[in-house]
């Protein structure tokens, strides 16, 4: 095919990597198209979608959220006629028997189980997002689909771009046939990554790119590396830098012309504050005739809402906001607030949107610039630093196609990340997709209940993640002759020529751990100054003693190393009990959370004599034998050595384990669940029960749990409202640091059978641990009240309003509730329970649910 050729059906010239992956499907190969976004992949899929229509079968478009479903569904409508286009979401349900039907990987998994109909005449599936298969919770279905399709269908795979797409292409084409990986590297428009400093010592910000000739900048790294952070470096002469605020970095982006940008920060709260700020700083970005667009924009979104509703969500402010040129974007907004923000983004009326990263999935709004306020994000329990694919997917924004020569990516200075880890990130192009495959109880119901025991390992032997499984036992003998390599070089480094080494590492003797009684008293015993032998983490060596006390764990002592550095020791830190070996005048005063007192002592300790660990409590008349490699001057290094060597071969052990227990370790799983699956009589000999019917039929991550808590009676003979607030312990997690509020239940009933379910999650919680399964997520009943005040009526305003939690995040819990109240009402077994669910699923979808649940028909 030429570029440009009218075939395809556009009026401009394609590119290389378009035209390759055409040829391939008009080869009649499946497709990987791996590229940049913006780059243009869509037209592979909309070139497959007219070549299976035009010759008479259906083509389904998935996506992984709702959102992108229903952007990709207006998209399709406007090309190809409203009337021949579809959505299936667990939202909406329009024209699902149109030629071409948009909907999430979900719907289209659950329609493979229940041999649809409409799979019949099924030629192509467009698979968005397929570097999805990754997420731990949703990353399964991909691969579902993938293995249980009809084989007649093909694929187009449009994903990120990834290093391994070889190898995913290759396991693609051992399920189902042909399969063509065409990746594409250079963006659409060029990237320059950006360096913003505050430099107080010189009055002034520093834009500075971070690479140049695609190496670390040799000025930014300067600069950085004069920083006065804390630390031995610190002192006169250094320069004050400082991480410049939203405001200062707005008004640059302004200056320079970069604007619109996304602004990436990882904190709903932070958005709304820097949207706040940029408001009360007076910052006014757009004139009188955008203000007027906005206006219309956001009546036509908003018109679902109700007054009061508007109230509470704070419409006043978002529009003002608006009016001012800037927005937050994040999760915690109800859907019609956020699509106003992005309808005004997309037509330029919004010149800074404040996002956290869900804006990078999938929704189309390129930006002229983006800004990545952190490059360390928390998880929910820790903070972790961006990966290269994360990065790449935030800054893949950056740059509109067609109107910009040039994108750019700006990250400021911080004083925790060092200017060489800013700048290995920009350089990195490293996306490796790993599989998330795991059975699960609906999986495993389904596969008993559509294929024959041999059929059903089979086809788990074809996911990815067993594919890659047996491929990394070749890249784990690697890494175990590497360890063999480390190993043997720790072992040479940790002899000693003055003595055995290992020899005085079991003085003294250790037949088994001591007591804790006995460690803690001689953690009691020791006073400071006292010089004791310590391991921990890293830190093999000498400690002196500053102090002991009690803690809220047990007794902490706290003490310098022979670096200077501070070292806390709990009694579960030692195997044996710690013993004076020596002693040093600590430093007066006595300061002990100082680090320069730190140094003092550790500068002493170094100089400290000391004896070996078996002398120590010895009677004063005896003679002190020492060991002779207490004489090696290196001793420290060479413990560390020695611990580090017992690491690495404990390491090869478990290395050596990985290969024996890579052979079809995802079927050994499958056969786990339905070890559990048969306990609890879901599954007979190779036949599904009636429950286990029940349970191929429930879609949900606590599946299982679920469908025993129904199975048992716990839902049945409530009224609707208590119905759909016990139900909602299913799927609410609270994932606040701080502690959720006490539980509210309407009346001891609804309470007891709280109680049972929860009963029943520790039941199935001890069944999954003994079969060596990962344990489900526990029931939460944070939500209980809030849902049965939903359902029993209340208004928006006051239900969100009583509770510490944002319209975002009522109305997207409402919506699960819903989707698992729905399938309840079809799964039941007792009619009156059925009928509860479908008036309880009535009860919730109204006002603003119904409002952020509606599409727009082009």
């Not at 499907?25 to 976004?37: C, I, K, N």
């Not at 991480?243 to 640059?252: A, H, I, K, Q, S």
Request: glycine content about 8%.
């Amino acid at each position: 095919m030429t570029p440009g050729r009218s075939g395809a059906g556009y009026d401009f010239t394609l590119d290389q990597f378009q035209l390759s992956a055409i040829d391939a499907w008009d080869r009649g190969e499946s497709v990987l198209v791996a590229a940049p976004t913006g780059s243009g992949k869509t037209v592979v899929a909309e070139y497959a979608i007219d070549a299976t229509v035009a010759a008479g079968r259906r083509a389904f478009y998935t996506a992984p959220i709702k959102a992108l479903s229903n952007q990709k569904f207006q998209d399709l409508s406007r090309r190809l006629g409203a009337e021949r286009v579809g959505l299936l979401t667990g939202d909406n349900a329009i024209n699902g028997d149109a030629p071409v039907v948009v909907m999430t990987t979900e719907v289209l998994r659950n329609m493979i189980y229940a041999a649809s109909p409409g799979l019949a005449d099924l030629g192509a599936v467009i698979l968005d997002e397929v570097h999805f298969l990754q997420d731990a919770y949703r990353g399964p279905v991909w691969e579902e689909v993938i293995i249980h399709l009809p084989a007649a269908v093909r694929l187009v795979c449009l994903s990120a771009t990834v290093s391994n797409a070889a190898e995913v292409v290759e396991w693609i084409a051992t399920v189902r046939g042909p399969t063509r990986a065409v990746v594409e590297t250079r963006r659409p428009v060029r990237l320059e990554n950006l360096y913003l400093i505050g430099d107080r010592t010189h009055d002034r910000l520093h834009l500075l790119p971070t690479l140049v000739d695609g190496r670390p900048n040799a000025e930014a790294a300067r600069i950085d590396g004069e920083a006065a952070r804390r630390g031995p470096r610190r002192g006169p002469g250094r320069r004050r830098l400082y991480t410049p605020n939203r405001l200062d970095v707005v008004e640059l982006l302004e200056r320079r012309r970069l604007l619109p940008a996304i602004y990436f920060i990882f904190s709903r709260n932070q958005c709304d504050e820097a949207a706040s700020a940029c408001l009360g700083a007076g910052i006014r970005l757009n004139g009188a005739a955008e203000r007027q667009r906005i206006d219309q924009i956001v009546a036509h979104r908003l018109a679902g809402l109700s007054d009061a509703d508007l109230d509470v969500l704070g419409y006043a402010t978002f529009v003002a906001q608006l009016h001012a040129g800037v927005a937050a974007h994040h999760a915690g907004m109800v859907p019609p607030f956020k699509e106003a923000v992005e309808a005004c983004f997309v037509e330029g009326l919004i010149k800074v949107v404040f996002a956290t990263e869900t804006l990078a999935v999938g929704i189309n709004m390129p930006a002229r610039s983006v800004v990545i306020d952190k490059l360390t994000k928390f998880t929910g329990d820790h903070h972790t630093f961006l990966s290269p694919g994360e990065y790449t997917q935030l800054t893949g924004r950056a740059g509109r196609r067609g109107m910009d020569e040039l994108g750019h990516a700006l990250v400021p200075w911080s004083p925790f990340v060092p200017f060489e880890q800013v700048a290995a990130l920009a350089a990195s192009r490293t996306f490796h997709l790993t599989s998330a495959f795991r059975p699960t109880y609906n999986m495993a119901a389904n596969l008993v209940r559509t294929y024959r025991s041999e059929q059903a390992h089979h086809l788990l032997n074809l996911s990815f993640a067993q594919y890659q499984a047996d491929r990394s036992v070749v890249s784990t003998e690697r890494r175990i002759a590497e360890r063999e390599a480390q190993l043997a070089g720790l072992r040479a480094e940790a002899r000693s020529p003055y003595g055995d080494l290992d020899d005085y590492r079991r003085l003294p003797a250790r037949p088994g751990a001591a007591p804790r009684s006995a460690i803690t008293q001689a953690l009691i015993a020791l006073r400071p100054g006292d010089v004791i032998y310590a391991e921990k983490a890293r830190y093999v060596g000498r400690v002196a003693v500053l102090s002991v006390a009690h803690r809220k764990g047990g007794l902490r002592l706290a003490g310098v190393t022979t670096r200077g550095a501070p070292i806390h020791l709990e009694a579960d830190d030692f195997v044996e009990p710690p013993r004076s070996i020596g002693a040093v005048d600590l430093p007066v005063p006595f300061v002990p959370r100082a680090p320069e007192y730190h140094r003092q002592v550790g500068a002493l300790l170094k100089l400290a004599s000391t004896v070996p660990a078996a002398s120590a409590g010895a009677d004063p008349d005896e003679v002190v034998v020492r060991h002779p490699v207490e004489a090696d001057p290196r001793l420290d290094d060479r413990l560390r050595a020695a611990t580090q060597a017992d690491r690495v071969e404990r390491e090869l052990g478990q290395l050596r384990a990985q290969v024996a227990e890579r052979a079809q370790s995802v079927a050994r799983d499958f056969d786990r669940v339905l070890g559990v699956l048969r306990q609890w009589q879901y599954v007979e000999d190779w036949t599904l029960t009636e429950a286990g019917q029940m349970l191929a039929r429930t879609f949900h991550e606590s599946d299982l749990l679920v469908v025993e808590t129904l199975r048992r009676g716990l839902l049945d003979g409530l009224d609707p409202a208590s119905f759909a607030a016990l139900v909602s312990v299913f799927v609410y997690e609270h994932r606040s640091p701080d502690d959720p509020p006490p539980p509210w239940f309407p009346g001891a009933p609804v309470r007891r059978r709280w109680t049972a379910i929860a009963d029943l999650s520790d039941e199935l919680g001890a069944r999954e641990r003994a079969a060596g399964l990962a344990v489900h997520r526990p029931p939460d009943p944070t939500f209980v009240a809030v849902a049965y005040a939903w359902a029993a009526g209340e208004g928006f305003a006051e239900v969100v309003g009583d509770e510490e939690l944002s319209g975002g995040d009522f109305v997207r819990t409402t919506k699960q509730l819903i989707d698992l109240v729905r399938q309840l009402a079809l799964v039941a077994p007792s009619a009156a329970t059925r009928r509860v669910a479908n008036q309880a699923a009535e009860s919730l979808f109204r006002g603003v649910i119904e409002a952020s649940a509606a599409v727009e028909v082009p």
